[in-house]
């Protein structure tokens, strides 16, 4: 069975840095694109990064310059790096990933179970 753990959320003061992490278990055969996506109350959940098997990474406008996604393809975990952080990033943020189960599968999307990050002013 596939999931996602997350980790590495929790209370900041504005200005600092949190750093999450999200690692995949369980049998596949291949990863594509990994991300952070977060949702605050009463708003829509929303893309905050994503990085693809490649490298590439894209970024929501509101977080260019203050977050940074990385991965590492051999431990199947993806990591979001966030310094600067405003009051305005509070949310419960969501590890996405797109896995391939076996070669002639699709590729589906996963969730993980979200961690809240909160930045006090």
């Known amino acids: 069975q596939v999931q996602l753990v997350e980790s590495g959320g929790g209370l900041v003061q504005a200005g600092g840095s949190l750093r999450l992490s999200c690692s995949l278990t369980?049998?596949?055969?291949?990863?594509?694109?990994m991300g952070w996506y977060r949702q605050a109350p009463g708003k829509q959940r929303e893309l905050v990064a994503g990085i693809t098997s490649g490298g590439h990474a894209n970024y929501a406008d509101s977080v260019k310059g203050r977050f940074t996604i990385s991965r590492d393809n051999a431990k199947r975990t993806v990591y979001l790096q966030m310094n600067s952080l405003k009051p305005e990033d509070t949310a419960v943020y969501y590890c996405?990933?797109?896995?391939?189960?076996?070669?002639?599968?699709?590729?589906?999307?996963?969730w993980g179970q979200g961690t809240q990050v909160t930045v006090s002013s």
């Open positions: 996405n990933v797109e896995a391939q189960l076996l070669p002639t599968y699709g590729y589906v999307p996963y």
């Open positions: 369980g049998s596949i055969f291949s990863i594509n694109v």
